[in-house]
T-cell receptor, first 115, second 110 residues
Framework: GAGVSQSPSNKVTEKGKDVELRCDPISGHTALYWYRQSLGQGLEFLIYFQGNSAPDKSGLPSDRFSAERTGGSVSTLTIQRTQQEDSAVYLC?????????????FGPGTRLTVL | GEDVEQSLFLSVREGDSSVINCTYTDSSSTYLYWYKQEPGAGLQLLTYIFSNMDMKQDQRLTVLLNKKDKHLSLRIADTQTGDSAIYFCAESSGYSTLTFGKGTMLLVSP
């Protein structure tokens, strides 16, 4: 079956603009995660959804970042008033909720460049 | 908070064994994972180990866990050029999030 997909694959934007990044998880996966991967910083957790609710959003770096998930499926990460330090690869992952271990399936990521 | 540390770079020759090391701080970790990231791709789970195990072998991969020292290693036998990638160590203590290390870039030369 299809894996996790993300769109767009690349996004170039100007400082100050808003961007929306989309994630389509594997069908039936109840948990969804957003991470940010930037050079020298490794993989940084942003937010976790279980169904449509977000029990852990502790990793969102500022109030310019928000995310939502609808229908227990697609999720959108929104960055308002983008800054150059937001440039990174944004990765989405999903997990089947009933597994006892935390295997997350990752999408290919969206590379965001803020000029 | 939880922290996962790993060396940033490892270079080996084709056919040699590779050993990638990782240390973690969260004593309540229940599962530890190794993920692989090839260029331009997302992360792919390679293997995982439950915290009450010392060792797990899966074909060319051997995972060793020293829970007392909070040290995890991944050994790749007969390393091939196709094994060149970034390898991430990660830990979890429940059903929610994973904490990742910064990744070790493995370069395999012919």
């Amino acid at each position: 079956g299809a894996g996790v997909s993300q769109s767009p694959s690349n996004k170039v934007t100007e400082k100050g603009k808003d961007v929306e990044l989309r994630c389509d998880p594997i069908s039936g996966h109840t948990a969804l995660y957003w991470y940010r991967q930037s050079l020298g910083q490794g993989l940084e957790f942003l937010i976790y959804f279980q169904g449509n609710s977000a029990p852990d959003k502790s990793g969102l770096p500022s109030d310019r970042f928000s995310a939502e998930r609808t229908g227990g499926s697609v999720s959108t990460l929104t960055i308002q008033r983008t800054q150059q330090e937001d440039s990174a690869v944004y990765l989405c992952a999903s997990r089947q909720g009933l597994r006892t271990y935390n295997e997350q399936f990752f999408g290919p990521g969206t590379r965001l460049t803020v000029l | 908070g939880e922290d996962v540390e790993q060396s940033l770079f490892l270079s080996v020759r084709e056919g040699d064994s590779s050993v990638i090391n990782c240390t973690y701080t969260d004593s309540s970790s229940t599962y530890l994972y190794w993920y692989k990231q090839e260029p331009g791709a997302g992360l792919q789970l390679l293997t995982y180990i439950f915290s009450n195990m010392d060792m797990k072998q899966d074909q060319r991969l051997t995972v060793l866990l020293n829970k007392k020292d909070k040290h995890l290693s991944l050994r790749i036998a007969d390393t091939q050029t196709g094994d060149s990638a970034i390898y991430f160590c990660a830990e979890s203590s429940g059903y929610s999030t994973l904490t990742f290390g910064k990744g070790t870039m493995l370069l395999v030369s012919p």
